[in-house]
Structure formats: structure tokens, C-alpha cells
């Protein structure tokens, strides 16, 4: 059983940076590709950024140029890097892994593991 536990989130202004964390235990996690997703107040989970075992990036149109996906296999965690943050950036960041070799995918429901989320609001 994978677990997922996120850290790092807060109250922060426009323009702030933040950097959010997930440690994962239980599986093999650098054969895994891992991801961030945000849902906002009143919307539907969305797809943030993923970082695939053989180091492969993918990113929200949203966020591109603002926010960098990293992963350190030898601590079994994936940080997210969130600068020139916006109000629209308001939302519960989950982490989320698909185990064994997986590609990179923005589908939610490719995603096998999550974790509780952390709150990230940002304020003007």
C-alpha cells in the first residue's frame, strides 16, 4: 500500500513563491510517475504537473513557466516549486503516484494513489 503525504502549503500573497512537498512510502517510487493535481473552490480537480520515472516533465498550461516539478528518488519525494503564484492558484494541491513504469498522463483517473492535500491560498 502507497501512502502519500503532503507538506508545505500556506498562506501566501500574488507574486509569493511557495514549495510544496510529498513523501510516499510503501511502494517502489522511483519506478513511479508521480504528479500534482489542485482543486479549487467550487471546481473540478485539475491536473497541475507529473514527473515520470525516466525524468520526463509534464505541466498545466496554467502553470507553465511558473511552477517546476522535481523528484528525489533517494528520499521517495516529488516537490512542486510554485513562484509568481496567483489568486487563481487558490486550491487543495494533491500529490498522486502511478506505480510501475507508467507514463506521463493528465487523467486523474490514471492515478492509482493520493494523498490527503495541502491547502495552498494565495491572497492579493
Known amino acids: 500500500q502507497v501512502e502519500l503525504v503532503e507538506s508545505g502549503g500556506g498562506l501566501v500573497q500574488a507574486g509569493d513563491s511557495l514549495r510544496l512537498s510529498c513523501a510516499a512510502s510503501?511502494?517502489?517510487?522511483?519506478?513511479?510517475?508521480m504528479a500534482w493535481f489542485r482543486r479549487a473552490p467550487g471546481k473540478a480537480r485539475e491536473f497541475v504537473a507529473a514527473?515520470?520515472?525516466?525524468?520526463?516533465?509534464l505541466y498545466a498550461d496554467a502553470v507553465k513557466g511558473r511552477f517546476t516539478i522535481s523528484r528525489d528518488n533517494a528520499k521517495s519525494t516529488v516537490n512542486l516549486q510554485m513562484n509568481s503564484l496567483k489568486l487563481e492558484d487558490t486550491a487543495v494541491y494533491y500529490c498522486?503516484?502511478?506505480?510501475?513504469?507508467?507514463?506521463?498522463?493528465?487523467?486523474?483517473?490514471?492515478?492509482?494513489?493520493w494523498g490527503q492535500g495541502t491547502q495552498v491560498t494565495v491572497s492579493s
Open positions: 510503501g511502494g517502489t517510487f522511483s519506478s513511479s510517475t
Open positions: 498522486a503516484a502511478r506505480p510501475r513504469f507508467s507514463i506521463l498522463s493528465r487523467s486523474e483517473s490514471l492515478y492509482a494513489y
Open positions: 514527473s515520470a520515472w525516466n525524468g520526463g516533465t
